[in-house]
């Protein structure tokens, strides 16, 4: 927990020296429509597309739609105690996002509350195709962040982001009948290739 918290701790500094060297005369930027794609949530399988509206002076709205294959970093992580046999099925990919912006509106530092859902699935089969069964796991993501749009010209920027939260887990494994429910703490990280028009 503590190198989570330094981890934390050392990405605001980064962001807050980002952000001293940015004059904050101009009090909001002259785009208020961003769409982005996530690089970052390739590592677990998820592609988003991500739209965000600029609402107030200082608040924006963002939402997300995607899907997800398989949690690759997980699976690398963690040892598998049964074979990988099942075959990948694509599941649904949902986010909400609402930001707050301190200094520039649409540009620089961010603060967000943040919430994502995610369901991996799989299928089973067993003798010769007669029988299949679908596994999955079920995720519910609140959590809060932290985050800078990096603007590379007027339209073009990247969307770094660090978030830290809960994960709501429901699944139903192979072999097993029950639906396992779990909370665990989550970490996430993000980067965004954005377009603001």
């Known amino acids: 927990m503590r190198k989570i ?30 769409i ?7 590592f677990v399988g998820e592609v988003n597309f991500c739209y965000e509206r600029l609402l107030f002076k200082k608040l924006s709205a963002e939402i997300a739609s995607g899907f997800v294959t398989d949690n690759y970093l997980l699976n690398f992580i963690s ?13 649904p990919s949902f986010g909400a996002m609402l930001k707050y912006y301190p ?6 530092v961010y603060v967000c509350l943040d919430f994502k859902y995610r369901r991996y699935r799989k299928q089973y089969t067993q003798d010769g195709g007669a029988y299949s069964f ?21 339209n073009l920027f990247f969307d770094f982001s660090g978030n830290l939260g809960l994960i709501f887990q429901n699944s139903l494994q192979f072999n097993n009948n029950q639906v396992d429910k779990a909370i665990k703490l989550n970490f996430g ?9």
Do not use: C, W
């Open 189 to 197: 990280l993000g980067l965004k290739f954005g377009y603001a028009f």
């Open 5 to 34: 918290v330094r981890i934390i701790l050392t990405i605001s500094f980064f962001l807050m020296a980002l952000v001293k060297t940015h004059s904050y005369s101009q009090t909001s930027i002259s785009k208020k429509n961003l």
């Open 134 to 154: 679908n596994e999955y796991v079920e995720r519910y993501i609140p959590r809060v962040g932290i985050g800078y749009h990096f603007f590379l010209d007027e």
């Open 36 to 42: 982005k794609i996530g690089a970052a949530q390739i």
């Open 79 to 91: 040892e598998s105690k049964s074979g990988n046999t099942g075959k990948t099925l694509i599941g």
């Open 103 to 108: 200094f520039i509106t649409g540009d620089e």
